[in-house]
């Protein structure tokens, strides 16, 4: 059963930092892109970050350029989401998903991935 699993949200102040994880198990994440999306009340889901299955794409929304940086660990099955100068604008339920693909391959849409987790709360807010 192919499953992906979000951790780390929470509440943290303005400028402050948070490292998600998205654990997969069914399925091993060395042939997958990975991307990590938000979507915040009244809006629509909106792509994030990108990372390709071998690491060697990674694509970034213009909001988070510069403060949020996405990682894997393959031995742990593991894709990381490390966000720093967090803003209340980043306010969202945060998803993972995962695409089988060719190794530079990555993308931003909802649209292109097939496999989701259940997504993690987090709130920016002093």
């Known amino acids: 059963q192919v499953q992906l699993v979000e951790s780390g949200g929470g509440l943290v102040q303005p400028g402050g930092s948070l490292r998600l994880s998205c654990a997969a198990s069914?399925?091993?994440?060395?042939?997958?892109?990975i991307g990590w999306f938000r979507q915040a009340p009244g809006k629509e889901r909106e792509g994030v970050l990108c990372?390709?299955?071998?690491?060697?794409?990674?694509y970034y929304s213009d909001s988070v350029k510069g403060r949020f940086t996405i990682s894997r660990d393959n031995a742990k099955n593991t894709v990381y989401l490390q966000m720093n100068s967090l803003k209340p604008e980043d306010t969202a339920v945060y998803y993972c998903?995962?695409?089988?693909?060719?190794?530079?391959?990555?993308?931003?849409?909802?649209?292109?991935?097939?496999?989701w987790g259940q997504g993690t709360q987090v709130t920016v807010s002093s």
């Open positions: 998903a995962a695409e089988f693909a060719g190794s530079s391959w990555c993308g931003l849409s909802p649209n292109e991935f097939d496999y």
């Open positions: 069914g399925f091993t994440l060395d042939y997958y892109a």
């Open positions: 990372i390709s299955s071998s690491d060697a794409s990674t």
